[in-house]
């Protein structure tokens, strides 16, 4: 059974806080790693993208990968009100061509 | 730019009045997907062709069908639409099984 978590929120942050929004997955064998965002109404946007264990930074955001732990997070720094959506874990597992997605986290960050 | 195009943006029908949902990339990927996303749901995968080769998941009704004339366009076909069926339906592609870049989505309603 293929299986991606994650806490369907709402997390709410401030302005300027960091959001750190987590993500777990069951296939061990599971490669490549993926966050989408996705306002409301609209489809999901390719933010980042991880496939080795630690850190990978892009602007504000951080993706951090732990394939000891089956562990995905995003963390978004000096977090803005255009930074309120759900954001999405998609995980490509071993063997497998296609991606597995969590139901998502709403973030809400309040002015 | 490159992108991925969908028609219609929005498609109402009437219960069991077949419908046609069309995808189109200029990225020149060989993957292309379609999800069906109900509100507050992570994207459901319904089949993908990679290349030439349809992958139909195992859950995907019967309803459901897909046509890929070649690279660029893909076709979703509700054969007949049950108000169950009211979602919106995305198309996604890929190069390979690398990281896949969504369409607008087309919001369908049956009446």
């Known amino acids: 059974q293929k299986e991606v978590e994650q806490n369907s929120g709402p997390l709410s942050v401030p302005e300027g806080a960091i959001a750190s929004l987590n993500c777990t997955y069951s296939d061990r064998g599971s490669q490549s790693f993926f966050w989408y965002r996705q306002y409301s109404g609209k489809s999901p946007e390719l933010i980042m993208f991880i496939y080795s264990n630690g850190d990978k930074e892009d602007g504000r955001f951080t993706a951090q990968l732990n394939k000891a732990s089956q562990y995905v997070s995003l963390l978004i720094r000096d977090s803005q009100p255009s930074d309120s959506a759900t954001y999405l874990c998609a995980v490509n597992m071993k063997g497998y061509s296609t991606l597995t997605f969590g139901k998502g986290t709403m973030l809400l960050v309040s002015p | 730019d490159a992108m991925v195009i969908q028609n219609p943006r929005y498609q109402v029908t009437q219960f069991g009045k077949p419908v046609t949902l069309s995808c189109s990339q200029t990225?020149?990927?060989?993957?292309m997907y379609w999800y069906q996303q109900k509100s507050s749901q992570a994207p459901k995968l319904l089949f993908h062709?990679?290349?030439?080769?349809?992958?139909n998941e195992a859950d995907t009704p019967d309803n459901f069908q897909s046509r890929r004339p070649n690279t660029s366009f893909c076709f979703l076909d509700i054969r007949s639409p049950g108000l169950g069926d009211a979602a919106m339906y995305l198309c996604?592609?890929?190069?390979?099984?690398?990281?896949?870049?969504f369409g607008p989505g087309t919001r369908l309603t049956v009446l």
């Open positions: 990225l020149n990927h060989n993957v």
């Open positions: 996604a592609t890929s190069r390979d099984s690398g990281e896949q870049f």
């Open positions: 062709y990679y290349d030439k080769d349809f992958n």
